[in-house]
């Protein structure tokens, strides 16, 4: 018999006991959407942790810091290298060397300095950045209102929109609605902002120590910047630059020769070297050359720090939670799988005399199995297509009771489920592949059917 | 044996085991039915006429002896080969019709089709023709259960005939009918006995009705062949005759 016509009569047969291979496929659909269901939350949590880490901008990015600043992001690195007062100074010299590496894009310093800014002539504070033209591309300026810096010495302003909404007054409410970026940015783009900073300037004055006497003035400054973007940045981003609320050019940021927080613990360095830099952000081609230069850069001297070990460990938890959760809902699938083995059982039984009657008029085992097959085969189909829909919505259902709970506690909503194509069809061949194999026992034992027999059972 | 030979048996037995007892179901007939023939099994209840005819039709297996049926021996074939032997040698109709009850008379005639892998175009086609041969068009989207005994008799006669074997085994065909509805069937079966040149085997237990139609009877009692007798003009022989 062809697969078509065993796949034709199986559906008859199915559609004979209409409720109890219902009840059967049922059993099925369910186990295949607490399947679908618990993996989907796993691949959405996974998915979520990994964009907020995306977002960080922190996979290709290796964050050099010199051992003298002793506040180092990594304590254990301490131990090993030169120590502190010996170690070389990041200075210009250093970034230069340090970009130069092989797969390194860039290497940037942070400039970051808490400052007054003045617009309409009210002052506010905030951290201001320095932003390389590279972040034109990062992922943290997607749907930013406005434009980029037209050049890198421009004296303009990107503003983070906490930052935008204190400018016109407008207090975000914890757990409301979020405010447009778009209505933010259209009356404050084009606008000017005065900055106030401290330059740090060499003096000239001669304080009767040596040649290397470090002299130097801060001098307050002010200049005009003009917003020219309006961002929707996460203030609490892992990533450095973003904690700031306002960014100027970091072209523009270097020439100012702001003074800088080591400045003060470097009080006794000679003004005239090159600046010196808190810390140097490297930008790598790949994530997985993060390894190869943060060994180079540690054996130049300095300290290394980046999130490729976060994300390893991070991965390994979500492999581990999705196979959890893959059982989990696989023994809803076993308990169905039974319910298929009792449902052609008593197919036979039941329809004992039929398969007398087929094999009678020239069926083979390989027919009588194949008919088996295909109906256990159909379930399996039905079951998974049903069960994949059911699982969805349970999944569905399920992020929008997260999101309704995360409202209230004042969350922004999430995405914490994902259906991914491979898991539809995956769960759709599980099912089919359960199904197939709970029938093998019942059509092996139709197909041994003794016809003389099954005959004569009324 | 030559090539006129449908059925050759030799020395053939079927024994059953049950409990303590060992039943001789079938017990060392040895026979020869030549194509074309139509031979009526006589006998009484458990005379062993079924078993006989179970065993030429490849439904069950020998316990020792021969049966070579169209030239092949079934003792010596596999599962597979006895369900092709089945589907293309013999067509066989029972005293309770055996229809699939779920399946209309069309797709119950279509079924042996099915399992030959006929093209599904020509099914239908075929189907309705056996069907239409036994009277039947007007009935094919029926089911048997909406249909008298005679009809459902002459749907599994449409039904055994669709592989167009040679061999036609009938178990008791009249059974279960009133006899001017038996005589119909019985009708039918001598007409393709004789038109188609079918050899037909039928067992019965009604002496009178082997005599209306069948050329030779054999008569069985406890598994042996204890008679076997030519009826060289059975007196049924005009169309249309009662029982």
């Known amino acids: 018999m062809t697969l078509y016509d065993s796949t034709e009569l199986a559906l008859r047969n ?68 030169p120590a502190p007062a010996e170690s070389p100074v990041l200075d210009e010299s250093a970034r230069q060397k340090i970009s130069q590496l092989p797969h390194v894009l860039e290497a940037y310093p942070d ?6 800014l003045q617009f309409e002539d009210k002052p506010h504070l905030s951290m201001v950045s320095g ?26 302003a990107i503003l983070q929109k906490s930052f935008a909404e204190e400018l016109l007054g407008k207090t975000p409410k914890a757990g409301g609605d979020d405010v447009n970026v778009a209505t933010l940015a259209r009356p404050l783009l084009g606008k000017k902002l005065v900055m106030q900073y401290a330059e740090r300037t060499a003096s000239t004055a001669q304080s009767g120590g040596g040649d290397n006497s470090a002299a130097y003035s801060v001098v307050s400054h002010q200049l005009n910047l003009t917003i020219v973007g309006i961002a929707d940045l996460d203030p609490d981003s892992m990533r450095g630059p973003t904690r700031a609320r306002v960014f100027i050019p970091l072209g523009l940021a270097e020439s100012l020769h702001v003074m800088q927080p080591n400045d003060l613990r470097d009080t006794t360095r000679s003004a005239g070297a090159s600046a010196a830099y808190t810390t140097v952000s490297v930008r790598l081609k790949s994530p997985k050359d993060i390894p190869v230069i943060e060994d180079a850069v540690k054996k130049m001297g300095f300290n290394t720090f980046s999130i490729i070990d976060a994300t390893k460990s991070l991965q390994q938890f979500f492999a581990v939670l999705d196979i959890f959760l893959g059982i989990f809902g696989s023994l809803a699938l076993a308990v169905a799988s039974i319910g298929i083995v009792n449902t052609l059982v008593m197919a036979i039984l039941e329809r004992r005399r039929e398969i007398g009657i087929m094999k009678a008029l020239g069926a083979s085992d390989r027919d009588v199995k194949g008919l088996f097959f295909a109906e256990a085969g159909a379930m399996g189909i039905i079951g998974g297509l049903v069960g994949v829909a059911l699982g969805w919505t349970i999944g569905h259902a399920i992020n929008l009771g997260t999101n309704v709970y995360l409202r209230r506690l004042h969350f922004p909503p999430e995405q914490i489920w994902s259906v991914p194509w491979w898991l539809v069809i995956g769960a759709i061949v599980f099912s089919v592949i359960v199904s197939l ?22 | 044996m030559n090539s006129s030979t449908a059925i050759h048996t030799d020395n053939l037995c079927r024994h059953y085991q049950m409990g303590d007892t060992l039943i001789r179901a079938v017990d060392g007939i040895s026979l020869q039915v030549r194509s074309g023939e139509f031979v009526a099994l006589l006998g009484t209840s458990g005379s062993g006429k079924s078993s006989l005819l179970n065993l030429v039709a490849g439904l069950d297996r020998p316990t020792s002896g021969k049966v070579i049926v169209q030239g092949r021996d079934l003792a010596e074939l596999s599962r597979e080969g006895l369900a092709k032997h089945r589907l293309h040698g013999v067509g066989m109709v029972f005293q309770s019709f055996n229809l699939i009850p779920s399946m209309t008379l069309m797709e119950n005639a279509e079924l042996p089709m099915r399992f030959a892998e006929v093209d599904r175009d020509k099914r239908e086609g075929l189907a309705r023709k056996s069907l239409e041969r036994v009277g039947l068009s007007a ?42 509805t038996g005589a119909e069937i019985m009708n039918l079966i001598r007409e393709f006995n004789e038109s188609l040149g079918m050899t037909v085997v039928m067992v019965t237990h009604e002496r009178a009705l082997a005599e209306r139609y069948a050329k030779r009877m054999i008569f069985l009692a406890d598994g042996k062949l204890i008679e076997d007798q030519p ?3 059975p007196t049924g022989a005009s169309r249309g005759g009662g029982l």
Do not use: C
Request: glycine letters at 8%; proline letters at 4%.
């Open chain 1, 131 to 156: 932003l390389p033209p590279s972040a034109r591309s990062n992922d943290a300026f997607d749907g930013m209102q406005g434009s980029f810096f037209s050049a890198e010495s421009a004296a303009e």
């Open chain 2, 231 to 233: 009826n060289a003009t």
């Open chain 1, 14 to 81: 199915l559609r004979e006991s209409l409720l109890r291979n219902s009840l059967t496929t049922i059993g099925i659909s369910v186990g295949v959407a607490s399947l679908v269901a618990m993996l989907s939350l796993g691949i959405g949590l996974q998915q979520l942790a990994g964009r907020r880490l995306q977002k960080s901008g922190l996979f290709d990015t290796v964050v050099v810091s010199s051992r003298r600043d002793l506040r180092s992001y990594n304590r254990e690195q301490e131990e090993n290298g």
């Open chain 1, 437 to 458: 194999v709970s029938g093998l026992y019942p059509a092996s034992r139709a197909a041994r059917l003794d016809p003389v027999q099954a005959l004569r059972y009324e």
């Open chain 2, 139 to 180: 009935r094919i989207r029926h089911r048997p259960m909406e249909l008298s005994g005679g009809e459902q008799q002459r749907a599994s006669l449409a039904r055994a005939l669709i592989n167009q074997p040679k061999l036609l085994l009938a178990d008791e065909p009249t059974g279960n009918l009133d006899s001017r």
């Open chain 1, 111 to 116: 400039i970051r300095f808490i400052t007054q």
